[in-house]
């Protein structure tokens, strides 16, 4: 208990519902972050947040559905997986996902997926993430 306290800044015993602890592992297997679902959640607005996919959650998860539960822990994608590395870009007058995509050796496809873009349309000055 005073691991998990001192991990996660605590100075009490009292936890609120929905708060998400960081737990010490002896693992040595890539950590996944832990998400505790609360109201108002989706599975896309949690990989949104994460930076990761839907599939991905749900792979990791077995989840055969979209449906989530209100206190169901949810393995997040650790963010350290040198598979979602990227670099921050922001877009200029001019630019266009496939433009980017060349300069950067990547695909439109995974610029798209990495910044959970559903179109093609860019605003100079937005900040995309960009595979290393």
Known sequence: MDEIKR?????SNNLSI???LKVPSN???SENITHVVIGGDSLYSIARKYNTTVDEIKRLNNLTSNTLSIGQVLK???S???SLSYINYV???GDS??????????TV?????????????????QTLKIPK
């Open 109 to 125: 496809d995974e610029i798209k997926r990495l910044n959970n873009l559903t179109s093609s349309t860019l605003s100079i000055g």
């Open 97 to 106: 996902l496939y433009s980017i995509a060349r300069k950067y050796n990547t």
């Open 91 to 93: 877009v200029i007058s």
């Open 18 to 20: 929905g708060q998400i």
């Open 76 to 78: 997040i994608p650790s």
């Open 27 to 29: 693992n040595t297997e």
């Open 80 to 82: 350290s997986d040198s």
């Open 7 to 11: 991990l996660n800044n605590l100075t």
